[in-house]
């Protein structure tokens, strides 16, 4: 993976370089974690002039979760744990030779930028801007493998739950049994809060979960994700409890099913994203039910839950094969509930078989 990352680093270079800076000061945790291996808490990442440094408060955990640092780029770690990272990443750049750093303007605080300012006034600043974001959008194989098994091990622990006892248990509880499965299949972690809604808060994107028990008849709304080796991906999925679906609920189910394979079968490279947008939301602007729908369709996923691209109807630009998405339309119905079907799938072109589709629970509508 040295390789990998150095290559990476190559590119923010260059780009950086080209926009007149002679170092690069990258602060955002997922961006440090994506060039550098790990991103232990509070460490920057520093692209020299001379060299290229990961400077941590202190020496970094060995812990698989947080990553390991590759192996080619030497760690700085600070004399006090009490130091400002970015501010020792500085010094150390114009140490190296710098005339003017680019730094992070989007993640950096306005302290933090003040007080480089301060202790290194011969460094002119400027603004990296989303470069490191861009290049992330693309993934590479060995990227997409680790999604792939954060996927499996999600489709595993909302498996074990459908085989479960539902009924007179709390939302709460089944968001936290969920957690705890994704664990023991070897997540580091949920990917984000679970969501576990029942009944009226069905449907709902972004649910916290609440002390309401499952009732027979209930729709059954999960949204659940975990994370491996810091990569996350997102599944949702929607059931009914106990007893045959009632006409409405079919109706509803067979709306968003419809919906999400819209948005679906438009993945490909070159698709714009507004149109991977429109294609879901005009199924369910055409039944009526646009006044209430989410302001997007899906998102990109990685080393973040909600990263670039944005599928939404004003969002600008073209899907890239080895981007992988979400795609998660949803209505919800105020006092009685709603459906929302999420998958994870990575854009690939149509002769290599079109999506690809990492998550693969049944979006069968279930009577559990």
Not at 63 to 81: F, I, K, M, N, T
Not at 293 to 317: F, K, S, Y
Request: glycine share 12%; proline share 6%.
């Amino acid at each position: 993976m040295s390789e990998v990352y150095a290559t990476r680093r190559t590119r923010v270079r260059e780009r950086c370089n080209a926009g007149g800076a002679a170092a690069a000061l990258v602060s955002r945790p997922a961006n440090v974690r994506y060039l550098a291996g790990a991103a232990p808490h509070g460490a920057v990442l520093l692209l020299g002039k001379r060299e290229d440094l990961l400077v941590c408060a202190g020496p970094p955990d060995d812990r698989p979760a947080e990553g390991r640092p590759d192996e080619a780029l030497r760690v700085h770690a600070l004399p006090r744990p009490s130091g400002d990272t970015a501010v020792a990443a500085a010094d150390l750049a114009a140490g190296q030779g710098a005339d003017s750093l680019a730094v992070e303007e989007h993640h950096l605080t306005v302290a933090r930028h003040r007080a480089i300012g301060s202790v290194v006034p011969r460094l002119r600043l400027a603004d990296l801007g989303g470069a490191v974001e861009q290049l992330r959008v693309v993934k590479d194989e060995e990227e997409i493998s680790c999604l792939r098994i954060g996927a499996e091990i999600a489709d595993q622990a909302l498996g074990e739950l459908l085989e479960s006892i539902l009924v007179g248990r709390t939302e709460r509880h089944l968001a936290l049994e969920l957690e705890r499965r994704l664990v023991d299949h070897g997540a580091d972690g949920p990917a984000f809060p679970t969501s576990v809604g029942t009944g009226p808060n069905s449907g709902r994107r972004g649910h916290r979960p609440t002390d309401r028990r499952v009732e027979e008849g209930d729709f059954l709304s999960v949204c659940l994700g975990a994370t491996y080796r810091g990569y996350r991906c997102e599944i949702g999925r929607t059931f009914v409890i106990g007893t045959s679906p009632a006409d409405w609920q079919i109706e509803l189910y067979d709306l968003v099913f419809a919906a999400q394979r819209a948005g679906r079968e438009s993945l490909a490279p070159g698709a714009a994203y507004r149109d991977v947008d429109r294609a879901a939301r005009q199924v369910l602007d055409s039944a009526g039910h646009g006044e209430g729908l989410l302001p997007l369709t899906g998102h990109g996923v990685g080393l973040e839950i909600d990263e670039d691209p944005q599928l939404a109807p004003a969002a600008m630009g073209k899907l890239d094969a080895c981007v992988p998405v979400t795609v998660e339309p949803g209505v919800h119905l105020p006092g009685r509930g709603g459906v929302r079907i999420d998958d994870t799938l990575v854009v690939r072109p149509e002769a290599d078989g079109g999506p690809e589709l990492l998550t693969i629970t049944t979006k069968e509508l279930l009577a559990l």
